[in-house]
């Protein structure tokens, strides 16, 4: 349990320092992709460690709840684990948007013509 700890305070410091400035309009890393956030293409990306470690901890997270004894508990668990994957992808998402409108602002800045 400690090791999957571990992992999600990686990826807890990954998100909060450097996955806004990996971000980028064509990358080749699934998760920094803008174009595929926004579903415009389609090409195969690779993945990112920082990345699969979430994904990693939730699976065994996952398979940890069956073992959980009451039938009430695992379902307030696996609900709450479910909500928590859902706020990431939200939170990565507004990352992602807000980075997609800084990059059109600076083209059209770059690109205005007088009258």
Do not use: W
Not at 12 to 25: A, G, H, I, L, P
Not at 56 to 64: I, M, T, Y
Not at 83 to 111: C, D, E, P
């Amino acid at each position: 349990m400690r090791k999957q700890k571990n992992k999600l305070v990686k990826h807890q410091r990954f998100m909060k320092s450097k996955f806004t400035n990996q971000v980028e309009r064509h990358s080749p890393r699934l998760e920094l992709c803008m174009d595929y956030a926004f579903g415009s293409f389609g090409k195969i990306h690779g993945s990112s460690s920082d990345a699969v470690s979430l994904h990693e901890v939730v699976k065994s997270l996952k398979e940890l709840l069956p073992t959980v004894t009451s039938g009430d508990e695992r379902k307030l668990l696996s609900d709450e684990l479910d909500k928590l994957v859902t706020v990431h992808t939200q939170y990565v998402g507004h990352l992602i948007r807000t980075k997609h409108q800084a990059h059109y602002y600076k083209f059209i800045l770059k690109n205005l013509q007088s009258g």
